[in-house]
């Protein structure tokens, strides 16, 4: 048997059942590309194997690789189904609220969808998306700069969002606290309190952004 040809993937020796999972717990937009890139492999395999005259190997092969781009596809559907619901309610809300038109909410949370498989986000975290929906009043453009700010250095974007600057002390004053949800975020004066309560609480520092 060819050696290029395992029975195994390292790692996985013996257990591809495992293998099956950590590729099917992938989000779905990844799995989707996962798949087309398999049926394109697998492509590649059916036109060697046609240049060969291996006509029948090379049908087969064809077969498998149409088969896996329906997946594919199928998956491609079910992501834009679940793609919302990956966000708080409370970001679901702002952008439905404020982009309003069902193509513009769909390229929204399509570039936030984006956005996050660039930087591997964590969506247990998702302060940096709240930062950057943050006055962007139904406007793609506004948002589109905003996220490539926070590409170029994502506590650019806190600091945009979270602090304003005060030309007369020369300091920055957080007004927001994106950990918590929008109608939750503006910082409080019981805030400011437990910050003096402690020292060691720099939360709420003025001078991190983070």
Same mark, same amino acid.
């Given at each position: ?14 257990n ?14 990844t799995?989707?590309?996962f ?55 409370? *970001? ?13 909410i ?7 969808s ?43 974007? *806190?600091l ?19 950990e ?29 952004p983070?």
């Amino acid at each position: 048997m060819n050696a290029k040809h395992k029975t195994w993937i390292d790692h996985y020796e013996n257990n591809l059942e495992q293998l099956a999972e950590k590729i099917g717990d992938l989000r779905y937009d990844t799995l989707s590309e996962f798949l087309d890139l398999l049926a394109l492999k697998i492509k590649k395999d059916g036109d060697k194997d046609a240049s060969r005259g291996r006509t029948q190997l090379a049908r087969q092969l064809y077969t498998s690789s149409e088969a896996l781009r329906e997946s594919s596809k199928a998956i491609q559907k079910a992501w834009v189904i679940c793609e919302p619901y990956m966000y708080p309610e409370d *970001i679901r809300q702002k952008v439905k609220a404020e982009f309003k038109e069902k193509s513009k909410i769909k390229t929204v949370f399509q570039l936030l969808s984006d956005f996050g498989k660039d930087w591997h986000f964590d969506y247990d975290n998702n302060r940096i998306l709240r930062c950057i929906l943050f006055q962007t009043d139904g406007n793609l453009d506004a948002l589109k700069a905003n996220i490539e700010t926070a590409n170029v250095d994502w506590r650019n974007i *806190i600091l945009q969002a979270e602090y304003e600057h005060n030309d007369e002390t020369d300091e920055l004053i957080r007004l927001y606290n994106f950990e918590r949800p929008f109608g939750e975020a503006r910082v409080t004066e019981a805030d400011l309190e437990e910050k003096n309560k402690n020292d060691n609480l720099n939360e709420y520092d003025t001078d991190l952004p983070f």
